[in-house]
């Protein structure tokens, strides 16, 4: 009889392969690199796997940094790109992404091993996607087949990123706009938001919340107070500490699970656009739902991935495979 964890990854696979046939960005596939670089996600995987043992955390930034990439121009690598004289403000800087953003040195350490063992095949973007595959399966999530074949973008704004990232305090109406605008569903909105079960959040995202909401100079009434006192005594008032943190979901921050839904119903969203999920009838259903259904959420959240690393691709002849994930090639 086949086990449940195969059961699940056929599921996944089929839905990769239902996506493919339909024609969804049709130059990328699965196993792209067969031949060209046999062992590459093999390689990026073991990188990932060193990584989350030293630090249980890296999962989460590194399924942000996927999240990051494709929002801005494309699942393309722009957000890797370091500032240089010809491009001083990149993606990475924008103060949209908050000096949050983290994993780059594990992306560099994949493509070190990469250019080492296949030079100039294996692109940022895909190690990005790979990476993200790995940090969800890794952290109690599940395995999933991803589509490859991307190559590497050669411009990077920060400007881009203030327009196109959905900001902590969007409401269910610009959240399911933005999302739609990069050719998401609602219900996948409410998927995808489930990666903030895990990883931690900066203070300064969501302190409105905690002692002016809305200039009311009061705490978000939508909050639970005993985890709004909690959440005031990790983020005092007037602090200046950008490095103030505290965990996207308290009870689990390092497994990929559904205790993030179970909060929101809880009334212990940490963003405001976390909580807005129960303001809407349709997104409130499907919160309840992933509450209930561990195993449900993760094949919905592994579908919802394959299709957001699709998002503007450039393939083919069209952009480059960069040598150094952190600059375009010369």
């Not at 890797?80 to 993606?91: C, G």
């Not at 100079?217 to 639970?224: E, G, M, R, V």
Request: overall charge positive; proline content about 4%; charged content about 25%.
């Amino acid at each position: 009889m086949m086990s449940s964890k195969k059961l699940t990854q056929l599921c996944v696979t089929f839905w990769v392969v239902l996506l493919f046939c339909q024609g969804v960005q049709s130059h990328l596939e699965v196993g792209f690199y067969r031949n060209s670089c046999r062992r590459a996600e093999t390689i990026v995987r073991g990188v990932v796997r060193k990584a989350i043992h030293r630090d249980r955390g890296a999962a989460a930034g590194l399924i942000r940094l996927h999240f990051h990439d494709c929002f801005v121009r494309g699942c393309e690598g722009s957000v890797l790109l370091d500032s240089t004289s010809s491009n001083k403000a990149p993606e990475k800087e924008s103060p949209a992404n908050n000096n949050s953003l983290r994993g780059f040195e594990i992306i560099d350490a994949a493509k070190t091993r990469l250019e080492a063992k296949c030079r100039g095949v294996v692109s940022c973007a895909d190690i990005l996607a790979f990476a993200a595959r790995d940090s969800f399966d890794l952290s109690g999530g599940i395995y999933y087949d991803v589509l490859a074949g991307r190559r590497d973008g050669r411009v990077s704004l920060d400007t881009e990123a203030n327009s196109n990232l959905p900001p902590p305090t969007f409401n269910v109406y610009n959240l399911t706009r933005r999302f739609s605008e990069k050719g998401l569903t609602q219900e996948e909105m409410v998927t995808l938001s489930g990666a903030h079960t895990i990883g931690n959040s900066h203070c300064n995202s969501f302190t409105d919340r905690l002692y002016n909401f809305s200039g009311t100079n009061s705490p978000d009434p939508s909050l639970d107070p005993k985890y709004a006192a909690s959440l005031r005594k990790s983020c005092p008032k007037g602090s200046t500490d950008p490095n103030l943190e505290v965990p996207m979901e308290a009870r689990t921050p390092t497994i990929s699970d559904v205790n993030y839904y179970k909060d929101i119903l809880a009334h212990r969203g940490l963003f405001s656009s976390d909580q807005a999920l129960l303001t809407n009838p349709a997104t409130a259903r499907e919160v309840k739902s992933n509450a209930m259904s561990s195993s449900g959420w993760k094949k919905k959240f592994a579908a919802a991935m394959v299709k957001m690393g699709q998002i503007e691709v450039l393939t083919g002849k069209t952009g480059e495979i960069r040598a150094n994930c952190r600059v375009v090639n010369s």
